[in-house]
């Protein structure tokens, strides 16, 4: 059985302030410095109620082909120089780190004792 791809997950609010874009700018800058990085996804949330964000604003994901890479990842050189940049930036966050598990829609099938009614 192959390795499962592995996610670190970052969940954030800045510091009043910050300017998103450049911390941004500088993670690309990281991913395309550190091969280990698969890929990165962030966004900004835009539909959250405040009660349930509890003032979260931004994630971001990056995926290594293993849980190797990413521990080679968190010593690596360049990311421990953005890690201090990124970190000074940060009211608060929250960190989760996983291997990626996955149900596609094709792998989801009923029980044959459940019948659909059409």
């Known amino acids: 059985m192959a390795a499962a791809e592995f996610k670190h997950l970052v969940i954030i609010?800045?510091?009043?302030?910050?300017?998103?874009?450049?911390?941004?700018k500088g993670m690309e800058k990281l991913v395309s410095q550190i091969p280990l990085i698969k890929s990165l996804e962030w966004g900004h949330d835009s539909e959250g109620h405040e009660m349930l964000t509890q003032g979260f604003?931004?994630?971001?994901?990056?995926?290594?082909n293993s849980k190797e890479d990413y521990g080679a990842y968190e010593?690596?050189?360049?990311?421990?120089?953005?890690?201090?940049?990124f970190s000074a930036s940060i009211e608060k966050c929250v960190v989760l780190n996983f291997p990626r598990l996955s149900l596609s829609s094709s792998q989801h099938q009923q029980p044959d004792h459940i019948s659909?009614?059409?």
């Open 75 to 85: 010593s690596h050189p360049d990311h421990l120089e953005y890690a201090a940049v």
């Open 116 to 118: 659909s009614v059409e």
């Open 57 to 64: 604003t931004h994630a971001f994901t990056l995926t290594f």
């Open 13 to 24: 609010k800045f510091k009043e302030g910050v300017v998103v874009d450049d911390i941004i």
